[in-house]
């Protein structure tokens, strides 16, 4: 049986931005203003791409005095690399399940 791939997550991470975020946070942890530093990113912009991030499950919070470090959870993108394999064994068996035209 073919697992869904989580649409909602693939909304999350479809942003460039955010994509770039996880992208720097699967290299190491780090905070907000390495992540402006990193993308380029005003820090309003930024701090509403990570509040989405962490409302989704897809990055965990580390407080440390006065600044927040960002760790990407990579369980989660795991998932969804998991839910992508699926979808591609489906898709090798496709041309054996050829639906005949009426």
């Given at each position: 049986?073919m697992t869904s791939v989580d649409t909602?997550?693939?909304?999350?991470?479809?942003?460039?931005?955010?994509?770039?975020?996880?992208?720097?946070?699967?290299?190491?942890?780090?905070?907000?203003?390495?992540?402006?530093?990193?993308?380029?990113?005003?820090?309003?912009?930024?701090?509403?791409?990570?509040?989405?991030?962490?409302?989704?499950?897809?990055?965990?919070?580390?407080?440390?005095?006065?600044?927040?470090?960002?760790?990407?959870?990579?369980?989660?993108?795991?998932?969804?690399?998991?839910?992508?394999?699926?979808?591609?064994?489906?898709?090798?068996?496709?041309?054996?399940?050829?639906?005949?035209?009426?």
């Amino acid at each position: 049986m073919m697992t869904s791939v989580d649409t909602d997550l693939m909304r999350v991470l479809a942003d460039p931005l955010r994509l770039r975020i996880v992208t720097l946070l699967a290299k190491e942890t780090l905070c907000s203003t390495h992540l402006i530093e990193e993308t380029g990113a005003k820090q309003t912009n930024l701090s509403n791409h990570l509040r989405v991030l962490r409302e989704a499950g897809v990055v965990d919070t580390e407080p440390c005095g006065r600044y927040t470090y960002y760790k990407l959870r990579p369980d989660v993108i795991a998932q969804l690399a998991v839910q992508f394999a699926d979808l591609a064994e489906s898709a090798r068996n496709a041309a054996e399940n050829k639906r005949a035209c009426p």
